[in-house]
């Protein structure tokens, strides 16, 4: 797989958690956050997240089919410093998030990571 391949299924990847964060942010962030998914202003707060990774998504998606890599670069470069934050505040709140979510949110975010890195100090022949 090349890395152009793969950091285009992650955007896609971004992409669909982002529209799903949106449209049910209780159902897909409840096992992250727990029953306060469930309340209004975390749902408002839960839905901007959704907007920030569409909009992450999305804008690395259309610079990748762009065929220039510097846009590209600069998009995952922004998804790194949102998903380090994402892994950082996730393993900060300790057992308040349940050990498998935790778990299973710092491998994504890990990953998400070191793809984010790989674009983004990828060469333009790279991309």
Do not use: N, Y
């Amino acid at each position: 797989m090349t890395l152009r391949t793969l950091a285009a299924t992650v955007a896609a990847g971004r992409v669909a958690f982002g529209a799903g964060l949106l449209l049910a942010p209780r159902v897909l962030a409840g096992p992250w956050i727990g029953s306060g998914a469930a309340d209004p202003g975390a749902q408002m707060v839960i839905r901007g997240f959704g907007a920030r990774d569409l909009a992450l998504g999305l804008g690395a998606l259309r610079a990748l089919t762009g065929g220039d890599a510097g846009p590209a670069r600069w998009w995952f470069a922004a998804q790194v410093v949102a998903d380090a934050t994402d892994l950082v505040v996730t393993l900060a709140a300790g057992d308040a998030v349940p050990r498998p979510v935790r778990l299973g949110v710092s491998a994504l975010a890990t990953g998400s990571v070191a793809i984010g890195a790989a674009v983004a100090a990828a060469g333009p022949d790279a991309l």
